[in-house]
């Protein structure tokens, strides 16, 4: 299709309000790959995609993390505040809410995402995996449970990382991670 009126010469394209920039371009790019995944291999198998991706960059922010600490592996309470720190880094505020020997729980109203990760559940799988990995390269194991999610509509998300095999980690749907 031919424009009718093309743009005067002298228009300077950079002074536009065109809403485009490397954030937004990124999370649309993200949105548009997750959803074409979903679509066209169903959802299982774009969430499995989106896991390897997230083990890679857990063990990354891991390593980067304990090198800046100057530790070879982080405690229960480090590793709950890297899982949240990184998430802060991210814009994706997340909280530690508790923590004991069996779990770690936080939340957060935002997603590093944004309003892309809506209808896009495969992409919380970069939340599972960055934080199952972290959790267990340092403590050995680690079970994630989302157990709300800003992707399946929720007003927040809520992120469960058992850190044993208690009867009520057991008891709830997540993915496992083991130490390398």
Do not use: W
Not at 88 to 113: H, N
Not at 160 to 171: G, N, T
Request: with cysteine.
């Amino acid at each position: 299709m031919e424009c009718s009126m093309p743009p005067p010469v002298d228009c300077d394209l950079a002074s536009l309000d065109v809403p485009l920039e490397r954030d937004s371009f990124m999370r649309e790019l993200l949105r548009q790959l997750s959803g074409t995944l979903q679509d066209v291999v169903g959802m299982e198998e774009a969430a499995g995609f989106v896991s390897i991706v997230g083990q890679g960059m857990g063990e990354i922010i891991n390593h980067d993390y304990c090198q800046a600490l100057q530790l070879p592996c982080l405690s229960r309470e480090q590793v709950a505040a890297v899982m949240a720190d990184l998430k802060q880094r991210i814009q994706g505020d997340f909280r530690v809410i508790s923590q004991d020997a069996e779990k770690i729980i936080l939340e957060s109203v935002s997603c590093p995402f944004a309003e892309k990760v809506i209808g896009r559940p495969s992409l919380c799988m970069m939340t599972s995996n960055v934080f199952g990995t972290i959790a267990a390269e340092n403590l050995g194991y680690a079970k994630v449970h989302l157990d709300r999610t800003i992707a399946d509509g929720d007003s927040g998300c809520r992120v469960v990382v058992y850190l044993d095999h208690s009867d009520e980690a057991e008891s709830v749907p997540g993915i496992e991670y083991y130490q390398s």
